[in-house]
């Protein structure tokens, strides 16, 4: 019982607050990151009003943004922080001393991209799974509920990021680049404490989100809010600079991002931990709970298990927006929108209607990611390997896996069934309400279905949790997509319409309000 208290309570970090953890009943890496983010939200207030563009120059932005994320990585995750400084610092090396044209030579992608698309893919993906792979064989499927890997992630999915922009503004044509792309071009390279401070400030350093070089830089200089404003001509009135715009303060926005994060803190302290995840496999449950009862605490495990993620992405939005980042315009009520870098929506999480609804609205960023780095990229194989990067991203837990090949069939049998029955139910608002509601039901089912085994991490709990529901959801699924592609199989038209369909899922991103992430079938939380 002894060693159990100790492991909840060890860190590789600093242990300072250890008093605090054995007080509150908290593991201390979770009592230090959540007082890093409460530290971070002061901070990002104190560099809005004192450190402003209009107070301090540039480079002290920087630094300042640089050490305190420095900080903050020491003081979780001790030494191993020097794993993120280190894929950091070499990826920085590899994009200004290797030849532009020729990155794509550390790209996992050339074997399906041609050479004139590259990112050093390789270095920082490398890296990253060797150390998840410790992460497994070494802290035991995670002893720590925090590790150095979640920064680790986001790091990577930065400096990824970068690496095509870079090539984006030094190597291609203004042709060859959508529009987006053209507004997120890097032409020149960055010095190292632009690069560190974008990979590593204290606003996202912990939990992110990602967000474009070109956005962090303006923010960082002063032009964020007032080309935000110009994309929004009937707000901005020909009005050029920052000190020229008014003052579009974050305040109502942090402060009602906060609101949700003491809710969602609140169910976690009342619901979340009175229903354990891990009581879904316990033997006896298993044994001796009828099917439903199995399957209702299945469905409220895994709902309530949701909050926890949503406070950590909620507070670190709030973090940003109180240090002035993350202002998207003005939305049609002519009110000043702070979802630029939102990475998740709450109620459109909780009330889709579909497995694709729901996961666009889910880890947003990690979704525009995907589509950025590899889904806009590839020339050909766009789906698999977007799904080849996005589990490489997640680690080697097997539970991820599972979660990502089981969501392949229901993706496939909810598009066939949409196509096959919605239809019906357009005639009358009531038809079409009890459609929704059965959707909805359903949907959450599947999720909760196909999210187990991410939380569960280990085979024989997967296979465990499979077996007492009876594969139900996969036998389902895939009978539905034998069903219904049989019966359409005489419309050859209908392959163009499924490709596209694919494809829908990674459709621009509107960078100006919190919508759907864009994202493919494979996109979780780390």
Same mark, same amino acid.
């Given at each position: 019982?002894?060693?159990?208290?100790?492991?909840?309570?060890?860190?590789?970090?600093?242990?300072?607050?250890?008093?605090?953890?054995?007080?509150?009943?908290?593991?201390?890496?979770?009592?230090?990151?959540?007082?890093?983010?409460?530290?971070?939200?002061?901070?990002?207030?104190?560099?809005?009003?004192?450190?402003?563009?209009?107070?301090?120059?540039?480079?002290?932005?920087?630094?300042?943004?640089?050490?305190?994320?420095?900080?903050?990585?020491?003081?979780?995750?001790?030494?191993? #922080?020097?794993?993120?400084?280190?894929?950091?610092?070499?990826?920085?090396?590899? =994009?200004?001393?290797?030849?532009?044209?020729?990155?794509?030579?550390?790209?996992?992608?050339? %074997?399906?991209? $041609?050479?004139?698309?590259?990112?050093?893919?390789?270095?920082?993906?490398?890296?990253?799974?060797?150390?998840?792979?410790?992460?497994?064989?070494?802290?035991?499927?995670? =002893?720590?509920?925090?590790?150095?890997?979640?920064?680790?992630? =986001? %790091?990577?999915?930065?400096?990824?990021?970068?690496?095509?922009?870079?090539?984006?503004?030094?190597?291609?044509?203004? /042709?060859?680049?959508?529009?987006?792309?053209?507004?997120?071009?890097?032409?020149?390279?960055?010095?190292?404490?632009?690069?560190?401070?974008?990979?590593?400030?204290?606003?996202?350093?912990?939990?992110?989100?990602?967000?474009?070089?070109?956005?962090?830089?303006?923010?960082?200089?002063?032009?964020?809010?007032?080309?935000?404003?110009?994309?929004?001509?009937?707000?901005?009135?020909?009005?050029?600079?920052?000190?020229?715009?008014?003052?579009?303060?974050?305040?109502?926005?942090?402060?009602?991002?906060?609101?949700?994060?003491?809710?969602?803190?609140?169910?976690?302290?009342?619901?979340?931990?009175?229903?354990?995840?891990?009581?879904?496999?316990?033997?006896?449950?298993?044994?001796?709970?009828?099917?439903?009862?199995?399957?209702?605490?299945?469905?409220?495990?895994?709902?309530?298990?949701?909050?926890? *993620?949503?406070?950590?992405?909620?507070?670190?939005?709030?973090?940003?927006?109180?240090?002035?980042?993350?202002?998207?315009?003005?939305?049609?009520?002519?009110?000043?929108?702070? /979802?630029?870098?939102?990475?998740?929506?709450?109620?459109?999480?909780?009330?889709?209607?579909?497995?694709?609804?729901?996961?666009?609205?889910?880890?947003?960023?990690?979704?525009?990611?995907?589509?950025?780095?590899?889904?806009?990229?590839?020339?050909?194989?766009?789906?698999?390997?977007?799904?080849?990067?996005?589990?490489?991203?997640?680690?080697?837990?097997?539970?991820?896996?599972?979660?990502?090949?089981?969501?392949?069939?229901?993706?496939?049998?909810?598009?066939?069934?949409?196509? #096959? %029955?919605?239809?019906?139910?357009?005639?009358?608002?009531?038809?079409?309400?009890?459609?929704?509601?059965?959707?909805?039901?359903?949907?959450?089912?599947?999720?909760?279905?196909?999210?187990?085994? *991410?939380?569960?991490?280990?085979? /024989?709990?997967?296979?465990?949790?499979?077996?007492?529901?009876?594969?139900?959801?996969?036998?389902? #699924?895939?009978?539905?997509?034998?069903?219904?592609?049989?019966?359409?199989?005489?419309?050859?038209?209908?392959?163009?319409?499924?490709?596209? #369909?694919?494809?829908?899922?990674?459709?621009? $991103?509107?960078?100006?309000?919190?919508?759907?992430?864009?994202?493919?079938?494979?996109?979780?939380?780390?």
């Amino acid at each position: 019982m002894g060693e159990q208290t100790d492991t909840a309570f060890k860190t590789t970090g600093s242990k300072w607050l250890l008093p605090v953890s054995e007080y509150l009943g908290f593991p201390l890496d979770q009592v230090n990151f959540l007082a890093c983010q409460l530290f971070a939200l002061a901070a990002a207030f104190w560099f809005r009003l004192y450190l402003s563009p209009g107070h301090a120059n540039p480079l002290v932005r920087h630094a300042v943004a640089t050490l305190l994320g420095i900080a903050f990585l020491i003081f979780c995750f001790g030494w191993y #922080s020097a794993h993120i400084l280190t894929v950091v610092v070499a990826s920085y090396l590899i =994009i200004i001393k290797a030849d532009i044209n020729n990155v794509h030579r550390y790209d996992i992608s050339t %074997v399906f991209t $041609p050479p004139h698309t590259g990112i050093p893919m390789v270095t920082a993906m490398g890296y990253l799974t060797v150390c998840q792979v410790s992460r497994v064989f070494i802290f035991n499927y995670g =002893i720590l509920s925090t590790d150095f890997s979640g920064p680790l992630m =986001i %790091v990577t999915q930065k400096i990824t990021t970068f690496a095509f922009q870079l090539h984006d503004g030094m190597c291609k044509k203004s /042709e060859q680049l959508t529009p987006e792309q053209k507004r997120l071009a890097i032409s020149v390279r960055p010095s190292l404490i632009e690069y560190l401070s974008y990979t590593l400030n204290f606003l996202g350093v912990l939990v992110g989100p990602c967000s474009d070089y070109q956005d962090y830089v303006d923010f960082i200089e002063g032009r964020h809010i007032s080309k935000r404003l110009k994309q929004h001509s009937q707000t901005c009135n020909g009005q050029n600079g920052y000190d020229k715009t008014p003052d579009l303060s974050p305040l109502n926005a942090v402060c009602r991002k906060l609101l949700v994060c003491c809710g969602c803190m609140l169910f976690f302290l009342t619901v979340t931990r009175s229903l354990p995840i891990t009581y879904n496999v316990n033997p006896q449950f298993v044994s001796t709970a009828p099917f439903l009862t199995r399957l209702t605490y299945a469905f409220f495990s895994i709902q309530a298990a949701r909050p926890k *993620f949503y406070f950590a992405w909620t507070l670190a939005d709030a973090v940003n927006n109180a240090a002035g980042y993350g202002f998207s315009g003005i939305d049609e009520n002519g009110k000043p929108s702070w /979802e630029l870098i939102c990475n998740l929506n709450i109620v459109g999480i909780e009330t889709a209607t579909s497995f694709k609804t729901f996961i666009d609205n889910w880890n947003i960023r990690t979704g525009i990611w995907l589509k950025t780095v590899c889904y806009d990229r590839a020339p050909k194989h766009r789906l698999a390997l977007t799904f080849l990067l996005s589990a490489l991203w997640h680690g080697v837990y097997p539970g991820y896996y599972f979660t990502f090949i089981t969501a392949i069939p229901i993706t496939m049998a909810a598009r066939a069934i949409r196509k #096959s %029955v919605r239809h019906h139910f357009l005639g009358s608002s009531g038809l079409k309400l009890g459609y929704d509601i059965l959707t909805w039901a359903a949907t959450q089912l599947a999720i909760c279905y196909t999210v187990m085994p *991410f939380l569960l991490l280990a085979v /024989e709990s997967t296979m465990t949790y499979y077996r007492s529901m009876y594969f139900h959801i996969h036998i389902i #699924s895939i009978l539905a997509v034998i069903a219904l592609n049989w019966k359409h199989k005489p419309r050859e038209p209908a392959a163009t319409t499924k490709t596209f #369909s694919s494809a829908s899922s990674f459709s621009s $991103p509107s960078s100006d309000q919190c919508q759907p992430a864009h994202s493919n079938n494979n996109d979780k939380v780390h």
